[in-house]
């Protein structure tokens, strides 16, 4: 069975910072990423990272949000900084692995000003 926990989200004023963590287990790290959603917006992808360690991010959060993963813990961090108000949003760890999108339920990320 896949499963994909996210944890590490929290309340923080803005100019900070938090680490998001994804657990795989059922799947081995393929490409990964991450999305976030608020009541007010769709869904709104984050940044992604390929097997092979390429990343990609938002134009939003470039510069500010880090990718990276331990293979041997089977996660994915995403490290956050200088974080801004709008920035909070429920964010959700996705997996791609053998043409499956596997989706976690998400960490909540409230930034206040």
């Known amino acids: 069975q896949v499963q994909l926990v996210e944890s590490g989200g929290g309340s923080i004023q803005a100019g900070g910072s938090l680490r998001l963590s994804c657990v795989a287990s059922?799947?081995?790290?393929?490409?990964m990423g991450w999305f976030r959603q608020t009541p007010e917006k769709q869904r709104e992808w984050v940044a992604g990272m390929t097997s092979n360690g390429e990343m990609n991010y938002a134009d939003s959060v470039k510069g500010r949000f880090t990718l990276s993963r331990d293979n041997a813990r089977q996660t994915v961090f995403l490290q956050m900084d200088a974080l801004k108000p709008e920035d909070t949003g429920n964010y959700l760890c996705?997996?791609?692995?053998?043409?499956?999108?596997?989706w976690g339920q998400g960490t909540q990320v409230t930034v206040s000003s």
């Open positions: 059922g799947i081995r790290l393929n490409h």
């Open positions: 996705t997996a791609l692995y053998n043409g499956d999108d596997y």
